[in-house]
């Protein structure tokens, strides 16, 4: 029987064989998926953002006139959390950089509350207010972008507290000598956190204030993970948050339980005197002359009073900034006025006035004028006003921003700190912007100096709020430094405050007046004198190298 392969035809013999391929199982391939993301509602994204605006105006009424100092650390802990929740929410999608989102919150609630602010800078000119809004408001720039990179750090309401002062102390500094306006320590003139100032000075109160926000946000960011479905918030976390708590409230404890660190001496009658000017706004000294005439006037009607007996005899009065603004060393007439006024009260007395110091120059100067000597000792103005007092880059600048032409000349800023004797009363002596600067104040306050006297104008922002701004600014440096302040204003406010930051006496604004007390002066140093500015280094510093662990870890996690 023949086979299989007999019954082949030869050209099917011929025909060479194809390789048949073996069909193996293929290994199983998961199939790698991008993890399906749960992007946030439309819209959702912009809360955050719109939240942080609110609360920069919102910061705005912490400040005088308003004065709901509370708000300060309310707006702190609100910040945090818009800041934390912008860079969740971009986290959450995907999207790399996650702290830039926290960065525009930031800009955001600087900008609302710079403009609101420092809305008083449009008396000078509506251009000079926008540049200045936009050029503070770009500083909360990085520290929303820190705030929400340190919020994943163990401690974060410490971090975030320091942010804070970091981001003053670069403001305070920077540019052209920085702009002290708007720090939180600031809004917090009568309050638990205002005895830290004699202490550690603004720096430390800005702190405790921005510690009790940022507590008050790791609180509440506790309850809402516990409220939430499918996660729940650890007893550590819960156990943390009530830690915060109880050191935010135990930090101003410690300022309020401080003593008094100076020492008084025999008290003495002063008097600071309000004398008006003829019309508010720029061109308050338009009539140069009338203000020294109700200078004048004021302290001879004054020193009428002592003479009747109705009033005590003053060690010393006290003339605001520029209540001469004619220079007395060229102006006879101008001279003998300051003689007639010293001789009327039988002392001497401070006077604020401008000198001509060249071409289209001057300086700010404070003069002790004696009855029978004339002028005697000078301090001339250290902190100068950028746009104010001179113009920066005036060449390039009043090209395009007309009003700085109401501004003739420059003045020349002094060297020495204002430590003067007046009536034999040791006095520090500083000039109107220089009371927001720490430092400038606190060259002038010696152990020897016994008052803090503040000699100010400000007629060009009467009625704006800002003469209130400054008188607090002014209660936060009586109890950093322990000392009773007189401060003497052209059109007010004018004031006597105790070394506890009361106002004991406080004139309205636009009228003429006098404040006439008994002072106690205080001599020695606070805790805040000695160490100066070590304690907000050191802040500044720790917040810094914060900032820079958390953005290494992110750059870890992300690898």
Known sequence: MPTSTENVSASEQARPRSRRRLSLPRPHRPRLRRPRLRRPRPGVHW???AAAIGFGFLLVA?????????????????FALCARSAAGL??????RRPNAAAAWCGLWFGLAFCFLSFQWVTTVGTDAWIVLSIVEAVYFVPLGAATAAVGRLRGAP????????AEEALRDRW???????????FSQSHTPFTPLAALGGAPLVSFATALAG?????VLLTVYRAARPRTSASPRSALAATGWVLLAAAVPAAGILTPLQTVAAKPVQLVAVQGNVPRTGLDAYGQASAVLGNHLAVTEQYAAKVTAGLAPRPAAVFWPEDADDVDPFQNPVASAALTRAAASVHTQILVGTVVAAGPGQARNEAIVWDPVTGPGAVYVKRHLVPFGEYIPYRSLLTRYISELSRVPRDDIPGDRPGVLTVGGVHIADVICFEIAYDGTVRSSVEPGTGVLVVQTNNATYGWSGQPEQQLAITQ???VEHRRPVMIAATSGISAYITPDGNVHQETRQFTSAVIAAEVTPRTGSTLADQVGAWPEAVMAAAALAAWALALLRREKELR
């Not at 912490?62 to 609100?78: D, K, R, S």
């Not at 410490?158 to 002062?165: C, D, E, R, S």
């Open 476 to 478: 936060l440096r009586a």
């Open 62 to 78: 912490a400040f005088p006139p308003v004065g709901w100092w509370w708000l300060a650390p309310v707006c702190v802990a609100g």
């Open 47 to 49: 809360l955050p953002q």
């Open 158 to 165: 410490l971090w975030q507290a320091l942010l804070w002062v």
């Open 175 to 185: 540019p052209l000598q920085g702009f002290s306006w708007g720090r939180l320590a």
């Open 90 to 95: 971009r986290a959450r999608r995907g999207l």
């Open 214 to 218: 940022s507590a008050v946000a790791a």
